[in-house]
Nanobody, 125 residues
């Protein structure tokens, strides 16, 4: 069964760090543009970061720049999101997504073809 499964979410204090991981089964992460999105209660799903399929170039949403890092581990078939200096406003469900298109730059949810079910990140003040 093809799926994306996120892990690593949890409760952290402001200023802390978390590392999210997305494990792909039935897919090869190196064959997709991989991305992370997030959705806070009552808000639209928001672009966080992508890593391109062809050259591993990375792109970040404004709220992630300088604090978050997306990376891909082809040997483990996973994509990670390292989040540092977390703020209460980073509280959201974080989703891993994959796109067959080679994207270079920010993307919107409809650009992605496959989604995980999400992992909750809660940042306390």
């Amino acid at each position: 069964q093809r799926q994306l499964v996120e892990s690593g979410g949890g409760l952290v204090q402001a200023g802390g760090s978390l590392r999210l991981s997305c494990a792909a089964s039935g897919r090869t992460v190196s064959s997709y543009t991989m991305g992370w999105f997030r959705q806070a209660p009552g808000k639209e799903r928001e672009f966080v970061a992508t890593i391109s399929r062809d050259d591993d170039s990375t792109y970040y949403g404004d709220t992630a720049k300088g604090r978050f890092t997306i990376s891909r581990d082809n040997a483990r078939n996973t994509v990670s999101l390292q989040m540092n200096s977390l703020k209460p406003e980073d509280t959201a469900v974080y989703y891993c997504a994959a796109a067959t298109t080679i994207w270079h730059g920010p993307v919107i949810p409809s650009d992605m073809n496959h989604w995980g079910k999400g992992t909750l990140v809660t940042v306390s003040s």
